[in-house]
C-alpha cells in the first residue's frame, strides 16, 4: 500500500510515526513522511531513506491576535499544499500523529476522501486531535483514559505508544559501583531541570556514599551552560545536547529525572527505569500531569510539581530512591507491566486495516 505518516512537529509525535513508518516498510508499503520543516525534525529523521514531503505550518496561540489570524492563513496554506501533493501521490491511508503539523494534511484527505488514522500519544487530547476526530476512520491512543475523551461516535482503539527499536528492559551497564542519574527534558531540554539539577547532583553527592554520575539531556540551547554548572560544583556529568542513542541511557541509568511526555514516560516503564517526573506545568490541557498521574497509578513512578520542585525536595526524593536498592528493584519489577512494548506494531495493524478497507 501506498501510505502516509504526517508526523511533523516535535520529538514526541516525529520519533512515534517514524518507528511506525519503519513498521510499514517492513511489511512491504511505501511510506512517505510529512514533516513541517522545523529544525528538530532533521536529526530526528536521521537515516530515514524514504521520501519526504514538507508542509509548513504553526500552531494556533490562545486568544485572538495577529499572530493567530497568521496562523489560520498559514492553516489554510498548508491545506491547499497538502491537498495538491495527496492528489498527486494518493496514498490510500493518511496516518496523523498530532500536533499542528497534522491539521494540513488530515483536512486535505478529508476533501479527497482518503480515509485517516489518528493518533493520541497523551492521557488527555491534544486540540489537534480533538478537531480531527470527527474526520478520521480510526482513532489511536497511547493511554487507555484517552479514550473517553471522545464522542462516542468516535472510532477508538488502544495501540500504546508506538516505541523506536531498541527499546526494552535489559540488564543494567554495569557503572564501575557507582550510580547514574538521568536529566531529561524531551527533545528540546526544559530550562527548570537544567538550572536546578546541577545544585540538586551536588546535594545528593554529598548524601550518598557512593560515587554518582549524571547523564543530562540539555537540548541545543543550554547545553554549554549546562555542562559548565556541572563542572563548576564538582559533578561527573555527561551533557548532551542531543542523543539518538536512548537506549543505551536507558540501560546506564538506576533513576530519572524527567518530564511527563507521553515518549518519556513509555520509554522509562519499557526501559524499567525508576523516575521522578516533573510535568511541564503550562502544557496543552495539562496533558503532562495526567501522563503523570497514569504512570504514578501504575507503579514505578513519582509525580514532583514544578511548583513543588526546590533543590531540597527533589535531592531529598532521589536520596530515598538511590540509597534503597531494593526498593529500586521493585519499582523497576513494576514499570514491566506498565505499558505496552509492541505500540508500532500495533498501530501499523490499525493503519493497515483502514487501508485495505479504503482500497
Not at 521520501?51 to 486568544?63: C, K
Not at 555542562?227 to 536512548?246: I, K, P, T
Not at 513512578?301 to 526524593?317: C, G, H, K, Y
Request: proline fraction near 5%.
Amino acid at each position: 500500500m501506498r501510505i502516509a505518516v504526517a508526523c511533523g512537529g516535535t520529538g514526541g509525535h516525529i520519533f512515534p510515526g517514524l518507528a511506525t513508518a519503519r513498521v510499514l516498510v517492513q511489511r512491504g508499503h511505501e511510506v512517505t513522511l510529512w514533516l513541517a520543516g522545523r529544525d528538530v525534525e532533521a536529526c530526528s529523521v536521521d537515516g530515514w531513506e524514504g521520501p519526504i514531503v514538507h508542509i509548513r505550518a504553526s500552531g494556533f496561540p490562545s486568544g485572538v491576535s495577529w499572530r493567530s489570524v497568521l496562523s489560520g492563513v498559514r492553516l489554510a496554506g498548508a491545506v491547499v499544499t497538502a491537498w495538491r501533493r495527496l492528489r498527486e501521490t494518493r496514498p490510500v491511508v493518511l496516518l496523523c500523529m498530532g500536533s499542528y503539523a497534522s491539521v494540513g494534511p488530515c483536512l486535505a484527505a478529508r476533501l479527497l476522501r482518503i480515509p485517516a488514522v489518528l493518533h493520541e500519544a497523551n492521557a488527555v487530547p491534544g486540540r489537534a486531535i480533538s478537531l480531527l476526530a470527527r474526520f478520521a476512520s480510526q482513532v489511536a491512543v497511547g493511554f487507555e483514559g484517552a479514550a473517553r475523551f471522545f464522542p462516542a461516535s468516535v472510532k477508538t482503539v488502544v495501540t500504546g505508544f508506538p516505541l523506536r527499536e531498541g527499546f526494552a528492559a535489559g540488564e543494567k551497564t554495569p557503572s564501575d559501583g557507582g550510580l547514574t542519574l538521568l536529566v531529561m527534558g524531551g527533545s528540546q531540554g526544559a530550562h527548570v531541570l537544567n538550572s536546578r539539577m546541577p545544585a540538586v547532583a551536588a546535594a545528593l553527592l554529598a548524601k550518598l556514599a557512593s560515587p554518582l554520575r549524571v547523564i543530562h539531556l540539555a537540548g541545543r540551547h543550554e547545553a554549554d551552560a549546562v555542562r559548565q554548572a556541572y563542572l563548576d560544583r564538582g559533578v561527573d556529568a555527561e551533557v548532551h545536547a542531543f542523543c539518538a542513542d536512548m537506549p543505551g541511557l536507558y540501560a546506564r541509568a538506576d533513576v530519572a529525572v524527567a518530564r511527563a511526555g507521553a515518549a518519556s514516560c513509555t520509554e522509562l516503564a519499557v526501559c524499567g527505569v525508576p523516575a521522578v517526573l516533573v510535568p511541564l506545568p503550562h502544557a496543552p490541557r495539562n496533558h503532562q500531569m495526567r501522563n503523570a498521574e497514569a504512570m504514578a497509578a501504575a507503579g514505578g513512578m513519582q509525580i514532583l510539581p514544578e511548583s513543588d520542585f526546590s533543590i531540597e525536595n527533589m535531592a531529598a526524593r532521589l536520596y530515598m530512591l538511590l540509597h534503597d536498592p531494593g526498593a529500586l528493584q521493585r519499582m523497576r519489577e513494576t514499570l514491566s507491566t506498565a505499558v505496552s512494548a509492541d505500540g508500532a506494531e500495533r498501530l501499523a495493524s490499525l493503519v493497515e486495516a483502514v487501508g485495505g478497507k479504503g482500497k
